[in-house]
């Protein structure tokens, strides 16, 4: 009597098929945990491979290209020389100096071009689209990124550069103007569909007070969804200045491979990732400082990544907002 009316007030039974759930939750616990130590390992791997040979770069010689041996290469004379010279006889100059200006000024430029154009895309598809411009247009945006490298790069050389010549504009061949405009439009689908996202992701309650306190949508969307969606649309720029500062065909196409120490965006200039893809085509002895010179130019772009990032989680943890 007792246990049957234990039965009836709805005492609980055993869960049908709870090992297998629980079963197949570890799996996956452990699914993910391999894909994290994969990642972990591979950003070891990649930091002591950098890290041994670029140590080797500045505390031994290394040989010429015409095999004569050279002295070791100096911290302070590698970070401010302004002469980027590794092939030249008797004596290479390595101051890396002219290839990071290079990088900036290309990753400059093609953020002029992608922050505007980006949130601006961004503003739009997430405040005044409809529903079907938006599944019409963001696939479209987004395109842009499954697009090769390399033809943005054959795009800027043959046609971009030509039509700047035609409106008047004097520049080289190879320039870092028109690397700069077409990594831009490269960098933009990055910007404007996580920042879309990020404002889409804000609570409709806070464009409803909005509205009705008398604020028109441009307000609301500048003053309201902007700032509260400003963490993730931090990290949408960062992610873009990320990829803009790493890329290699566009500007290895596009914009040349003369490490100039200039500002001057007309004129050819060599980025960091230039060097090291156009250095380490394999007709390059190994035992050569321009060959050691590829570990310390990736070490110093992986350093900088670094601090990028560091400052993109800092930005990301001050204007990051919680909605409950």
Excluded: C
Aim: zero cysteines; aromatic letters at 8%.
């Amino acid at each position: 009597m007792e246990a049957g009316s234990h039965s009836a007030m709805g005492a609980p039974g055993p869960i049908l098929g709870a090992p297998k759930r629980r079963t197949g939750e570890k799996v996956i616990q452990i699914l993910l945990v391999l894909a994290a130590a994969i990642s972990v390992l591979t950003t070891v791997g990649i930091v002591l491979s950098l890290a041994g040979e670029t140590f080797l770069f500045f505390t031994e010689g290394s040989l010429t290209r015409s095999g004569q041996p050279t002295a070791p290469v100096g911290v302070f004379d590698f970070l401010f020389g302004t002469t980027w010279a590794p092939q030249a006889t008797p004596e290479p100059s390595l101051g890396v100096l002219p290839l990071i200006t290079g990088t900036f000024v290309v990753s400059g430029i093609s953020l002029v071009v992608a922050i505007p154009l980006g949130l601006a895309a961004a503003i739009y598809l997430a405040e005044y689209s409809s529903t079907r411009v938006r599944k019409l247009v963001k696939p479209v945006l987004e395109l842009l990124a499954g697009i090769p490298t390399i033809v943005f790069g054959f795009f800027a050389l043959v046609f971009f550069t030509p039509l700047l010549k035609d409106l008047g504009i004097e520049l080289s061949s190879f320039n870092a103007l028109s690397a700069g405009v077409i990594m831009g439009f490269m960098v933009l689908p990055t910007i404007a569909s996580l920042s879309e996202d990020a404002m889409r992701a804000v609570p409709a309650s806070l464009r409803e007070g909005s509205f009705g306190l008398g604020a028109s949508r441009l307000q609301t969307s500048l003053r309201v969804v902007f700032p509260a969606a400003l963490s993730g649309i931090v990290a949408a720029i960062v992610l873009g200045v990320s990829r803009a500062v790493g890329e290699t065909m566009i500007v290895l196409i596009a914009g040349g491979i003369e490490p100039n120490f200039s500002l001057n965006p007309t004129i050819s200039l060599e980025t960091m990732t230039a060097f090291i893809a156009n250095t380490g085509k394999g007709d390059v002895p190994a035992e050569t400082v321009q060959f050691k010179a590829i570990f310390a130019v990736g070490a110093l772009l992986f350093l900088i990544t670094l601090v990028m990032n560091a400052i993109s989680i800092r930005f990301v943890r001050k204007y990051r907002q919680v909605y409950e």
